[in-house]
Nanobody, 124 residues
Framework: QVQLVESGGRLVQAGGSLRLSCAAS????????VAWFRQAPGKERDLVAA????????YYVDSVRGRFTIGRDNAENTAWLQMDNLKPEDTAVYYC?????????????????WGQGTQVTVSS
């Protein structure tokens, strides 16, 4: 497995922006797909976005498409999630995950390495 550490979460006002980072160590990060999931209080952990190993194939859920951008730098073993025009419903703990790949829609069981999460709170 690869070790993942998220950072960048904080309190922000609605309409604001945040950039979450995911630092990886261990297994060959450049060969792995990366995804961001989020979990709001009392809710299940849901996919936000995913990016293939080469950075060319990306996936966004409808609720964030056009507002969030996922990216990666394999040379630096990092990934990020740029979040713009944040809404109160984006409030959640955000998790970085890595895995071998996905088919169709990325799902939790496609990813076997997880970070500890970073809290994002969007105030109205």
């Amino acid at each position: 497995q690869v070790q993942l550490v998220e950072s960048g979460g904080r309190l922000v006002q609605a309409g604001g922006s945040l950039r979450l980072s995911c630092a990886a160590s261990g297994r060959d990060f450049s060969s792995l797909t990366v995804a961001w999931f989020r979990q709001a209080p009392g809710k299940e952990r849901d996919l936000v976005a995913a990016i293939a190993w080469n950075g060319y194939t990306v996936y966004y859920v409808d609720s964030v498409r056009g507002r969030f951008t996922i990216g990666r730098d394999n040379a630096e073993n990092t990934a990020w999630l740029q979040m713009d025009n944040l809404k109160p419903e984006d409030t959640a703990v955000y998790y970085c995950a890595a895995g071998a790949g996905w088919g169709g829609r990325p799902a939790m069981n496609d990813f076997d390495s997880w970070g500890q999460g970073t809290q994002v709170t969007v105030s109205s």
